[in-house]
T-cell receptor, first 115, second 108 residues
Framework: EPEVTQTPSHQVTQMGQEVILRCVPI?????FYWYRQILGQKVEFLVS????????KSEIFDDQFSVERPDGSNFTLKIRSTKLEDSAMYFC?????????????FGQGTRLTVV | AQRVTQPEKLLSVFKGAPVELKCNYS??????LFWYVQYSRQRLQLLLR??SRESIKGFTADLNKGETSFHLKKPFAQEEDSAMYYC??????????FGKGTRLHILP
């Protein structure tokens, strides 16, 4: 069964450092997403991406965040200058919206710990 | 406002007893509703969606538009059902809004 893969599974970084979280979506999917889940809280939408541009972003997705699809397979989330409150589980997801199926396939997540 | 509410953070149920995980939503339009499950140390995965009206692993969920609810039910709980369950709503613009999740703990 195809799956979305995320690397690394756990990233520890110092406050102020840049981090890049990587995702490989399912190959024929067209829509890509990043979500995050702060410990003990709900999963929150960050950004959706289609046709090489952001289609929607939440208020959480400020100038510190950026996304990129550099090579047609990877989908990355960059946090320019991490803050303690960026510590969370980050989930990548993808789906093929041209079908009636609206299911999004999620990766296993990257746990980001900012110290 | 678009919102998904799961009122219970933790639900403990004895093995063999019925399970009901509550979910209420707020959405102006026709919602697409889902239940996602996250087993320990695994990825979030889709359990079921209201449009398919299917039963997965013995779980069912009926969309009640009058009560704006999409409760997840199973008549007889099994130990392997212990997991985190998220109710989710898909909006017209492809955003997925999750509830806070309910941890289901099946007692032996």
């Amino acid at each position: 069964e195809p799956e979305v893969t995320q690397t690394p599974s756990h990233q520890v970084t110092q406050m102020g450092q840049e981090v890049i979280l990587r995702c490989v979506p399912i190959s024929n999917h067209l829509y890509f997403y990043w979500y995050r889940q702060i410990l003990g809280q709900k999963v929150e939408f960050l950004v959706s991406f289609y046709n090489n541009e952001i289609s929607e972003k939440s208020e959480i997705f400020d100038d510190q965040f950026s996304v990129e699809r550099p090579d047609g397979s990877n989908f990355t989330l960059k946090i320019r200058s991490t803050k303690l409150e960026d510590s969370a589980m980050y989930f990548c997801a993808s789906n093929h919206r041209l079908q009636a199926d609206t299911e999004a396939f999620f990766g296993q997540g990257t746990r980001l710990t900012v110290v | 406002a678009q919102r998904v509410t799961q009122p219970e953070k933790l639900l403990s149920v004895f093995k063999g007893a019925p399970v009901e995980l509550k979910c209420n939503y707020s959405y102006s339009g026709s919602p697409e509703l889902f239940w996602y499950v996250q087993y320990s140390r695994q990825r979030l995965q889709l359990l079921l969606r209201h449009i398919s009206r299917e039963s997965i692993k013995g779980f069912t969920a009926d969309l009640n538009k009058g009560e704006t609810s999409f409760h997840l039910k199973k008549p007889f709980a099994q130990e392997e059902d212990s997991a985190m369950y998220y109710c989710a709503l898909s909006t017209r613009d492809d955003k997925i809004i999750f509830g806070k999740g309910t941890r289901l703990h099946i007692l032996p």
